[in-house]
């Protein structure tokens, strides 16, 4: 389906637009006003201007088409609002509000009639109870934030899908935070209309999603999931945190989204067989979808770890020994031979490569630049650790020019400086990692994800 | 052993000092004139003056006791100016210089020769090969770091015993980050004379050190780590990070400290068996002390999930119920009627208990204590999320105030403004865990550790 009045809309309106600060009506008229480009109606029976803009009584009085219409009002209005929408032929409209199904009762009876009223039309609906969609590249955002605790993230080439609004926007913190940016946030609410399958189908024909991540309590319709996945892995990856994978966190999620869910005891073998990478945690999550997003695959999974800090390097291969996913690669004598000639003579040239404490910027790039010429490996783990007193910052310039050979994980453990760095390098679109263990699992899950893809053959 | 003369001496000599900046003589000297309240001696024969304090031709020059004395000189002049400290009855000397048994051949030799001149006198060793010791309680750094890009932390509870120098530096600056303070860092280097045991022992009783973590390739005398790491655990939590547990980490570890170990299949029984607890890689490490030393123990594993983002509590019930070390504690009607009288009435009060994004701070407050007062629960993990908008930054003092109830596991995501936060909560003693597994995990390490302790019954 094609979604780019919902992604990329040229008018929206926002009915129950507010001028009163903090309620929501006025959280999204003012996030729109700051950065959106296209035109915006603020839609309110009461006034005749907010925020200096022309304020409309309803939908029906703009004359120009509407792509996209934001519904933030009491639930009670909710129904007349949409109808009014489905007249003007508004293409898709977010329904903010909440106090549906997820509320029981009175609240299911009014979802069950919102949906009926959906059928007899074509706009497309997201929603009820979501904190709606952010879309840096076009400045839109209908989410209800406390800026100075909260911060959003740029533009970058992850979709984020995600059934919590909470989660969602505590990760875009997280993502802003590291300067990881977003194509697009998509908090998928009680989904009454448009759900993930949809949504994926879409975002993976969009040439600037690199990766697909996603939180979901329970899938709209598990089969076409499957169906849909299976497609899209094989042009854009899918990491999925499944929230209620357990007999406890079903019930969780089962009171929170008002959503039943089948048990789903072999997950882990159905995701697999449709490519999608899964998740045990929102750090998982976000760190796949990172390296996913900005990785060459993988050939295969001999891996040379490269460290200033021997500890570091011993931690690293006990990591990726207990895992069995990846190997370390047994260098040749030659091979050992001309890293010795790059790292200083107390260094180890075994793998893992211990360039110690002496080592610069240009051992790190003559020792990439030689792991990428031999068939001994198929990535390297890269501890890139400025704490070491003759590595300095251009290393990152470093790292930059050299992405594009052999896949580099990159480690980093530290503190200020180095978040400092991290942020710098995530801009340039290299994932650094800030553990040993979170470092080799983004390696095993580019790893998984290039034998889906058929670059790298199962072990 | 009595090692108050190394972790709090009065006057301390550093030998090969230097004016030169960069050179760790001179490193050495600069972080002492800064911090240390004792006397210092500079010994250099070619200097007078070195930072405008007078300089010793050597160490028999000075008059008063010498408590410890640095050596940082090449490693053909370590022996005889360890002789020279033998002579002095210099009571510690910490021997920073490297090139012993790590690089083999004359280095061996070296080591062994230094090692027969120790055991003729009653100077005690830290080193070779080492970055030494950071107290930051009297003003001790022997570390060579560069200052800007390396965080030292301030005074704290942790004491931190670590083979390995880098990581042990590394990990140092991810505590100065997050303001997490320790007792004393010691790097072990080559351990000819003092080791990890000696250390433990003595850092049990000092009534500051709450725990104690460690970071080991090898042990020095295994048995007789058993024997002390029984009794210790009894007094203080020891965490430890065994490098080298499968094959490919000992190669590793074997190059990079010199020390061969002995196959150690079963580590994890024996460390179970003297009520070490276990970490699987640096940030368990840290996250398991941090907990160990701030945290009430528990008396069972019923545990009590507060949340406002059903999402984050969704995926916490998954984490818990798939470890199978805790339990999400049933909650009784009556206790759910209660919460439901303070949380917002679209919240849940089956656990985890959802308060929704309306949650305030005085909610928190007042299920803390409701559960505090049942024995339904044995802890409580807490997501304080600074993002929900009627919660501010008075939930930290608030949390303060409720820290010595039933423990409280703080789990924490999101960006600048939690960092923040995060920070402010440390410097009280209130840890905060980044994630939802490094929440539970840190609490399933409390669990451990209570029943080591005998407060909470295994399962």
Do not use: W
Request: aromatic content about 6%; glycine content about 10%.
């Amino acid at each position: 389906m094609d979604l780019n009045s919902l992604f990329s809309p040229k008018a929206i309106a926002v009915i129950g637009a507010s001028p009163e600060e903090g309620k929501i009506g006025n959280v999204i008229l003012t996030n729109l006003k700051g950065s959106y480009k296209g035109k915006i109606y603020p839609i309110n029976p009461k006034y005749d201007h907010i925020l200096g803009m022309n304020c409309y009584k309803n939908i029906s009085e703009i004359e120009g088409e509407i792509d996209l219409a934001i519904i933030s009002l009491p639930s009670k209005y909710v129904i007349s609002s949409f109808k009014e929408c489905q007249d003007k032929k508004v293409k898709y409209v977010i329904i903010v509000t909440a106090g549906f199904k997820e509320i029981g009762g009175e609240g299911e009876k009014l979802e069950d009639e919102l949906k009926n009223i959906i059928a007899q039309g074509e706009t497309r609906v997201i929603g009820p109870n979501t904190v709606g969609i952010y879309i840096p590249r076009n400045g839109i955002s209908t989410a209800l934030t406390v800026k100075e605790r909260s911060g959003m993230p740029g533009n970058g080439n992850i979709a984020y899908i995600s059934q919590s609004g909470a989660l969602g926007l505590l990760l875009l913190d997280v993502f802003a935070y590291q300067n990881i940016g977003v194509h697009s946030f998509i908090n998928l609410g009680n989904r009454v209309d448009l759900n993930e399958n949809t949504l994926i189908d879409y975002l993976a024909d969009q040439k600037e999603v690199k990766s697909i991540m996603m939180y979901l309590e329970s899938f709209s319709d598990g089969k076409e999931f499957f169906e849909i996945a299976k497609k899209v892995t094989q042009k854009v990856p899918i990491v999925l945190l499944k929230g209620g994978i357990t007999q406890s966190g079903q019930k969780a999620a089962s009171h929170h989204t008002g959503a039943m869910m089948r048990s789903m005891e072999h997950l882990e073998g159905v995701l697999k067989q449709c490519g999608v990478i899964k998740a045990s945690d929102e750090t998982e999550l976000v760190d796949y979808a990172l390296a996913l997003s900005n990785l060459p695959l993988m050939r295969g999974n001999k891996i040379a770890i490269l460290t200033t800090a021997g500890g570091v390097g011993v931690t690293c291969s006990d990591i990726i020994s207990k895992s069995n996913v990846l190997h370390i690669a047994n260098l040749s004598e030659q091979t050992k031979k001309e890293i010795m000639g790059i790292i200083p003579p107390i260094g180890s040239a075994n793998n893992p490569i211990d360039m110690t404490v002496e080592a610069t910027n240009e051992q790190y790039q003559e020792i990439i630049k030689l792991l990428n010429n031999t068939d001994e490996v198929d990535a390297m783990i890269v501890f890139a650790l400025f704490q070491s007193p003759k590595v300095d910052e251009n290393l990152i310039a470093m790292l930059d020019r050299l992405k594009n050979g052999k896949p580099l994980i990159i480690g980093n453990i530290g503190g200020s400086f180095s978040h400092d760095m991290v942020c710098k390098a995530m801009s340039l679109g290299i994932p650094f990692y800030p553990s040993i263990t979170r470092t080799v699992k983004a390696a095993e899950a580019l790893y998984k994800y290039s034998i889906i893809r058929g670059e790298a053959n199962g072990n």
